[in-house]
């Protein structure tokens, strides 16, 4: 396919670009500064600001389907104005999908969130994103799949492991999503489809429920040696693990997250072993390779 991806630049949209390209997928990414990624430098860029109409129009031309990402959020450093996320993510999302009614796209990925809701504006903007999705899938019959991400914003090494356990997911699995959303509205495996994007640890409701109780000989089980680990580097465990039922994004999608704390245990133990400082290091939601 032809693929369209907004906010190309960003951490999530960087790594969606790289798994559309493994998956021979031909990318066109949008975004008011180019990727510096030295992988993505020779792919297709155009400069588009998803408020603007012309900039989108132009953008969706001559593609078979769009991925759109671009969004601010409201943990973004620096933060940004209220004003700014709800023109970007409410009036971007409208001229996106109005850009692809237009050219008659009828693939199309949009990323929304775990914090759709009604707290804040950043979750406001999500629920009228999906309730844009609905409407345009409504008038135009296209295959539009919402994805609800969880959070893979960087964070230092250490606490994205944690954080892995609660509402934390590894960018690659965002991007395994994606790809797999955008190749099942392309083969209509659905018209209008909703899933959960998260971390899944593959642990039983037991110990889920009661990770402070169970937590440690669960990961003694899945990591020999955890325990130290986990109390050298000051790693607290959560009283209770969040996981989700994944199973209708399995059946659909054919996607299943890859990537638990237990591959985190696994490396820190890795890196731990050969007396790797991993203090300063930060990852883009994803284990790094040492």
Not at 36 to 41: E, I, K, S, V
Not at 187 to 211: K, S
Request: aromatic share 8%.
């Amino acid at each position: 396919m032809n693929v369209l991806v907004t906010g190309a630049s960003g951490n999530g949209g960087q790594a969606v670009c790289r798994a559309l390209l493994q998956a021979g997928h031909r990318i066109r990414m949008a975004d008011v500064m180019p990727s510096q990624a030295a992988d993505l430098a020779t792919s297709e860029f155009v400069r588009c600001d998803t408020r603007t109409a012309s900039d989108v129009r132009q953008a969706v031309r001559g593609m078979d389907g769009v991925i759109h990402l671009a969004a601010w959020h409201c943990a973004h450093q620096p933060p940004v104005s209220d004003d700014t996320i709800f023109a970007v993510n409410v009036d971007g999302t409208y001229n996106v999908l109005e850009a692809c009614r237009q050219e008659g796209i009828r693939s199309i990925v949009y990323a929304s969130s775990m914090a759709y809701g009604w707290w804040s504006v950043y979750g406001v903007s999500k629920v009228i994103g999906e309730d844009l999705c609905r409407a345009y899938h409504e008038m135009t019959g296209a295959s539009i799949a919402m994805l609800r991400y969880h959070e893979f914003i960087p964070r230092p090494y250490l606490e994205f492991g944690a954080r892995l356990l609660r509402n934390g997911v590894d960018r690659r699995d965002v991007a395994s999503a994606t790809v797999k959303a955008l190749e099942g509205a392309d083969r209509q495996a659905f018209g209008l489809f909703r899933t959960v994007v998260h971390t899944d640890h593959g642990m039983p409701e037991q110990v889920r429920a009661d990770f402070a109780r169970h937590g440690l000989d669960w990961c003694e089980q899945q990591v020999p040696g955890s325990s130290a680990l986990l109390a050298k580097y000051a790693i607290e465990l959560p009283e209770e693990v969040e996981q989700h039922d994944l199973s209708e994004a399995r059946r659909i999608l054919g996607w299943q997250p890859q990537v638990g704390f237990a591959d985190f245990l696994k490396d820190l133990k890795r890196r731990d072993e050969l007396g790797i400082d991993v203090s300063g290091l930060i990852v883009p939601s994803e284990l790094p390779q040492a």
